[in-house]
């Protein structure tokens, strides 16, 4: 037995009191056993005055007496019954008062719901691992949208606190509610169809929002919201999607999947009216800042007026010092046009003098022309006779090349079918077809084996074929 951690040094000899043995054993029981969940059945249940809950726990071999203090029972998400099973998180210890075995409760919830939790985790971490959570993502809200869609049930306090909350903020958006059960075995493939038909009819109802919305509950209660179905659904909708289910403590699938979280319904619509909210709320601003710059731009026109009144005078004084200021500057006008003519007739005298000095003689010209004519002349005919010379002697070395003037003496040329030149008899065999060219012509004719007669003619067809 551990001894009291307030009274330590006892030994099996020495007397204790009962309640130093309540002490010791509440404590020895509190050290022992960490904080677990126990699962049974509620039975002789008790609220008192002061909030705190007094039950025994049981199943079908034994029972425990249980307490909930107010501070914790006050945050039950559902009504505890007679019958019900639970699973309870608690510390087990001791009344020391009557000595009482108990637990001290510090958490309720459905029996079961620990398996929902479990799969719950399991969806959350395979969807996370797809990427369907990742944050780069996630959507921005429109700041100030045309029209919101609403999927939630028309029934649910959340449908009230959402139009309560923007009648009050932005009352100028217009919703449109998608109905559809929030709760319940079908739910899951209702919210997703519904959140599916809201994003086909956005463009048509004029929405670029939506908000999916429920009160709170228990983890049996939102299981619809942490259903596979509902979290594709919300990844696919084409309009940013704003998830406000539960209270601020509830967590969802669906809260990971959407584009924001909101912490209930209101907040939700809060979040989709900020941006008009934000407006009208530093409309005062605006207004007095605008107050501010017309009284500055009224200040400076006034100064302008009182700098331009000082400076007005009589018509009859502008009249005359503009006759003054016109004969100033006729003056200087003609002035200006005597200058600008003398100079220019002196120039006009000087390019004269400057071009008759230029001047050419055509006499002198003429003289030297008629030379440059006939040395051009000579040059003309002496380069042609050296050309034609030239083209002359290339011609006769070209007839001397042309190989038709050696087939004109007697000469052919024989040819394969394909064109090519035979030039071995080794190249052609009996049957192939050839072709002799001779200086007037083509003549076609074929290789034959060479007959007895003509092997000893060594003058004609070589040995072994004829043509």
Not at 58 to 70: F, H, I, P
Not at 367 to 378: E, F, I, S, V, Y
Not at 445 to 463: F, I, N, R, S
């Amino acid at each position: 037995m551990n001894p009291p951690l307030t009274n330590p040094g006892k030994d099996a000899s020495d007397v204790v009191s009962v309640s130093w043995l309540n002490r010791a054993a509440r404590e020895a029981l509190e050290g022992s056993f960490p904080l677990m969940w126990v699962a049974g059945e509620v039975s002789t249940l008790t609220r008192a005055a002061s909030g705190h809950l007094y039950f025994t726990l049981k199943d079908d071999q034994a029972q425990v007496r249980c307490t909930m203090w107010r501070n914790r029972a006050q945050l039950l998400p559902f009504r505890l019954e007679h019958g019900m099973r639970v699973e309870v998180r608690a510390l087990v210890t001791l009344f020391e008062p009557r000595g009482d075995f108990q637990l001290s409760v510090e958490g309720i919830r459905h029996a079961g719901v620990g398996n929902l939790f479990e799969a719950f985790l399991r969806l959350k971490a395979r969807l996370e691992a797809e990427g369907l959570f990742d944050a780069a993502t996630k959507r921005p809200l429109p700041r100030f949208p045309r029209g919101i869609a609403v999927v939630t049930s028309p029934q649910a306090a959340a449908w009230r606190d959402v139009t309560a909350a923007l009648a009050r903020r932005a009352p100028q958006i217009p919703l449109t509610l998608y109905p559809t059960p929030v709760q319940g075995e079908t739910a899951p493939a209702q919210i997703a169809a519904a959140i599916q038909r809201a994003g086909a009819r956005a463009t048509k109802d004029g929405n670029d929002l939506l908000l999916l919305v429920r009160g709170g509950g228990s983890l049996e209660d939102l299981a619809a919201f942490n259903d596979e179905r509902v979290a594709r659904a919300i990844r696919a909708c084409p309009l940013p999607v704003v998830v406000g289910v539960g209270h601020e403590t509830d967590f969802s699938i669906a809260d990971f999947s959407a584009d924001l979280r909101a912490a209930t319904p209101t907040a939700a619509a809060e979040l989709a009216s900020a941006g008009y909210f934000e407006l009208r709320e530093g409309l005062p601003q605006l207004t007095a800042r605008l107050r501010r710059s017309m009284e500055r731009r009224i200040d400076a026109a006034a100064q302008r007026l009182d700098r331009a009144a000082s400076r007005l005078t009589h018509p009859r004084q502008q009249l005359a010092r503009s006759h003054l200021r016109l004969a100033i500057l006729d003056q200087s006008l003609r002035a200006s046009m005597a200058r600008h003519l003398a100079s220019r007739q002196a120039r006009v005298a000087s390019l004269g003098l400057r071009l008759k000095a230029r001047r050419p003689d055509p006499t002198r010209k003429r003289a030297d022309l008629d030379a440059l004519g006939q040395r051009l002349q000579r040059a003309t005919q002496s380069l042609l006779a050296r050309h034609q010379a030239r083209v002359t002697a290339l011609q006769q070395h070209l007839t001397h090349l042309d190989p038709r003037a050696v087939l004109a003496r007697g000469y052919s040329i024989t040819r394969h079918a394909d064109g090519r030149i035979a030039r071995s008899v080794t190249s052609l065999s009996p049957g192939t077809a050839i072709y002799i060219e001779v200086h007037d012509g083509t003549v076609a004719a074929t290789v034959d084996p060479v007959q007895g007669d003509l092997l000893d003619a060594p003058d004609k067809t070589p040995p072994g074929l004829c043509i």
